[in-house]
């Protein structure tokens, strides 16, 4: 989906650029957010086509984020990716539980990173 609008929040520096870069290059419009509660207000004001989240942010974690996306009318059906380094099989169980749509763990494969999203975005995404 060329032009989708993706919300990146991600309280790294490099993690932010390095997603910001991958998904520009590949076409994406993208905002960015260092916090769940600026990231909230962001997806409040413009509503994205997916948001990639941090699970480890500073203040509101991103389980917590994506209840209140899910709790708001304009943000619920929005895919919500978890971006996170923590990869052991209970945290990946622990997230996905959670309700986010898709993992992705860090440091990112570029192209699986681009083929979730890419599949999220056309709805074709099967999941693991």
């Known amino acids: 989906m060329a ?4 919300l990146v929040i991600e309280d790294n520096d490099k993690n932010r650029k390095l997603a910001r870069d991958v998904l520009q290059y ?5 905002s960015e957010a260092i916090s769940a509660e600026d990231g909230l207000a962001l997806a409040a ?3 994205p086509d997916l948001v990639l989240m941090d ?5 509101m974690n991103g389980i917590q984020a994506l209840e209140r996306l899910r709790a708001g009318e304009a943000t619920r059906a929005i895919p919500v990716v978890a971006f996170t380094a923590s990869v052991m099989p209970q945290d990946r ?9 898709a993992f992705v763990s860090k440091p990112i494969a ?6 979730v ?3 999220l975005l056309a709805g ?3 999941g693991e």
């Open 3 to 6: 032009n989708a609008h993706i």
């Open 26 to 30: 590949r076409g994406y419009r993208v």
């Open 55 to 59: 699970i480890q942010l500073p203040g």
């Open 93 to 101: 169980h622990t997230i996905m539980g959670a309700g986010f749509n």
């Open 110 to 115: 570029i192209k699986e990173f681009t083929d």
């Open 117 to 119: 999203i890419a599949q």
């Open 45 to 47: 004001a413009e509503p």
């Open 124 to 126: 074709t995404y099967k």
